[in-house]
């Protein structure tokens, strides 16, 4: 039982750690992304992606809410928040593996679709 209670301790402590980073994450992007916005300043990108910042504040967003809601599940050991976050993050897989087999099944329409909003994007 001893072994048990040190495992689950360590993997509450990895949770919380990197659940941390992925705030710190979403903190720096949430920064850089609102930073370009008052600024102009696309950090030697292109200019276009001063464009991008909205779409990366709302991204960092979530990754920040997501990774608060581990971090806060793990140090209170509460089964809620860590349902909730794990319920997103498995949602969040399979969002990604659905858009992965949707853009290798429609590669030529995704590229098409991307190269012409790449295109439409302010200057």
């Known amino acids: 039982k001893m ?3 040190c ?3 360590v993997v ?3 949770v919380f750690l990197f659940n941390l980073a ?3 994450f979403g903190g720096i992007v949430i920064g850089f992304s609102a930073n370009s916005i008052k600024t102009g300043d696309s950090y030697g990108m292109p200019p276009t992606s001063v464009a991008l910042a ?3 504040i709302i991204i960092g967003g979530f990754v920040a809410l997501i990774a608060f809601l ?3 599940g793990a140090v209170t050991k509460s089964r809620g928040l860590l349902l909730t976050y794990v319920v997103v993050v498995v949602l969040l897989i399979v969002a ?3 858009v992965a087999a949707l853009s290798l099944h429609y590669h030529s ?3 098409n679709v991307a190269t012409g909003l790449w295109k439409d994007l302010p200057s």
């Open 96 to 98: 990604q593996i659905v």
């Open 3 to 5: 072994g048990l209670q």
């Open 70 to 72: 581990g971090c806060c």
């Open 22 to 24: 992925f705030l710190a």
């Open 109 to 111: 329409e995704a590229v």
């Open 54 to 56: 909205v779409p990366a």
């Open 7 to 9: 495992g689950s301790r």
């Open 12 to 14: 509450l402590a990895l």
